[in-house]
Each structure stands twice: as structure tokens, then as C-alpha cells.
């Protein structure tokens, strides 16, 4: 009896419910918890190392790093690291009295020259329990990196830039899908429970934002507001907010004919009170759903604006921005620089679609 119920409870049918569920979180711990997860922990994972650009996915490569910090800031856990890690991708190495000799790695058989850093650079840098600073480096300081997702064209990480997209694309949709709620709610109410002349003014506003096309109205927003991080939050919130208050509003007609409404009026409760403890509680189920569809399409929007060149700007790990950078590398024969940020873009935004299509269906 208690299995014919899980099982009827966690059906077959249900199953990209649960994938959508599983990727959404998975995608939420990735984008708070980045820098604890990805390899370079400077902010933007901007390190560029232009001797190992655009390689394939899953290259291993020797590396030497240069430490330029004794201790590390809680912030830089959230944030990154603002200075710059000098890192250098080596074929090998060897000590002199006073100075590490290597050899940069090269896709050049040829390629052998042999570069130096002074110890003393080191010695600056490390605890100052350390005795033996050579076997410090060995063990601390040179170690064998793997490249999961390959580098782009700037040598950089493309596994964490694509881990730190998340945190770009899930802030995006949260702040665009605050604003748009806040917006809609409000002239939603407005219109749906006065009525009258203000329900025409705010029926009037709402045509002539619906009569613009999405994509044009967040790229005029976003030109008078310019490029950047924060323009696009607004721009993005300002352009979707018009579905939300269509259906608040027509949402609103239809409870405050309701009976409990009517007896709320009858008691004395002033507007305010019945519109927020009343009419919004026994909303909530609509605007949770057209909130998952709106968090999609601001992913969908940021990315579009990006790729166009007026959303996000770099260095700022946006998936929309990896896929213009490299799209012309799908025909030149390193389609895993566009392809890998796609196929996580696509998972992400059909993962908030399908949960806005189920809670619908259940609606």
C-alpha cells in the first residue's frame, strides 16, 4: 500500500518536474558557493594564460604559481581574489641556488626556452614557518591542473567562467523577477480593484508597454541607461512587468467580487488591509507561476543582450557574452567554446519552464 503510493507520488510521468527541481538547486549551491568550487579564484575567473588557449576539454597540464598573499579575506570566498595570480602552465622544471628555472608548455614541439623566477619573490610570499623553501613550491606551489571544460581563446578556465555564469544568470532573473512582481502587483491592484478611471489609466499603460516587443524595449532601456551589471536588472524588471500586472489585475476583478471580500468592506477594514492580507494571499498560486516563466525569460533576455554587446560587459563570466565571443569557433573547429555555455543556458531556462508549466497543470 505505502509503495503503490510513492510510487503514484514520484511517477514516471513527473520526471523532468524533478530533473528541473534537481538542476535549479544544483545550479542555486553552484552560483553562492562558486569560489569554493572552481579552480581560479580570481573575481571574474579572469586569469588569462595565453600559451594554453582555446584547448579541448579535459587537458592536463604542470603549473607553477606565484603567491602574492600570506592570508586570504572571508570576502575573497564569496567575491574572489581582486589581485592577480600569476600562474604559468610548464612542460618541467629544475632549481638553482637561488632561482626556479621552467619551461613554458607550448602546442610547438620546438618551443624551449627557459624562463626564471628568483626565490626571493618566494620568500616574501609564503608562512614564515617555512624552512625549505624549495620543497614548500614542490608541494604547494606546482601542481597538475586539469581544464574540465577546456580554456577559451584568452587561456582562461572555461569551467569556472561557466560555474560563475550561474551566479551571473540566477542574480539576473531573481532582481528582474523582484522588480517586474513589485511593478505588476502594484498596478495589477491599482486597476483591478478600484476600477473606473484609474483601471483605464492603468489598462492604457499597460497596451502601450505590451504594443513594444520585449526585446526592443529592454534594448532602449538599456542604451538610456547604459551598459553595465545594474542596467540590466532594471531593464529587464521594466520589460516584463506587464504580464505580471495583466494578471493580477484581471486576478483582482475577479476576487473582489467575492463574498469574504464584500464582508471585509462590511467590517470596515480599509482598502489597503483587504488588498494585502485578503486579495494578494489568494493569488499567490498564479503569480508563482508567471514569476518561474518571467525568471526564464530575464535569463533569456540578459543573454540576448549580451550576445548583442549591451548586457552584461566583460570580464563578467555571462553565458550570453562566452557564446558571442566564441560562436564563430563552431565551423573553425572549437564548437565546445559556444556550445558548452549553451547547452547550460538551454538546461536552466527549459529547467524554470517546466516547473512554471507543472505548478500550472496542477493550478
Known sequence: MISSKLFSKFSLSNTPYYFSFFFIGTCFIFSIFSYLIIPDKTRNANTMNLNIQSVKPGFKVQTLSLPSKKNKKFSEYVFGTDYSIEQYAIKNYRFSSDSIYFTLYSKYE????????????????????????????????????????GTDLYGRDLFSRVILGTRVSFSIGLMAVLISTVLGLFFGCLGGYFGGTIDKIVVYIINVFWSIPTL????????????????????????????????????????????????????????????????????????????????????????????????????????????????????????????????????????????????????
Open 110 to 149: 620546438d618551443y624551449n626556452d627557459e624562463l626564471s623566477i628568483s626565490l626571493d619573490k618566494y620568500k616574501n610570499n609564503v608562512p614564515n614557518n617555512v624552512q625549505d623553501i624549495k620543497s614548500y613550491i614542490v608541494d604547494n606551489l606546482i601542481s597538475e591542473k586539469i581544464f574540465y571544460f
Open 216 to 363: 526592443l524595449l529592454v534594448i532602449a532601456i538599456s542604451l538610456s541607461l547604459g551598459k553595465g551589471f545594474w542596467q540590466v536588472y532594471i531593464a529587464i524588471g521594466f520589460s516584463v512587468w506587464v504580464d505580471v500586472a495583466r494578471l493580477v489585475r484581471g486576478k483582482v476583478i475577479s476576487e473582489k467580487a467575492k463574498d469574504y471580500i464584500v464582508a471585509s468592506k462590511i467590517l470596515g477594514f480599509n482598502n489597503f488591509r483587504i488588498i494585502i492580507s485578503h486579495i494578494v494571499p489568494n493569488i499567490l498560486g498564479p503569480l508563482l507561476i508567471i514569476a518561474a516563466a518571467n525568471f526564464a525569460s530575464s535569463i533569456l533576455l540578459e543573454s540576448g543582450l549580451s550576445f548583442l554587446g549591451i548586457g552584461t560587459q566583460p570580464p563578467v563570466p555571462s553565458w550570453g557574452y562566452m557564446i558571442k565571443e566564441n560562436y564563430q569557433y563552431i565551423i573553425l573547429g572549437n564548437a565546445y567554446l559556444a556550445f558548452i555555455p549553451a547547452f547550460f543556458l538551454v538546461l536552466l531556462v527549459s529547467s524554470f519552464m517546466f516547473l512554471s508549466n507543472y505548478y500550472s497543470e496542477k493550478k
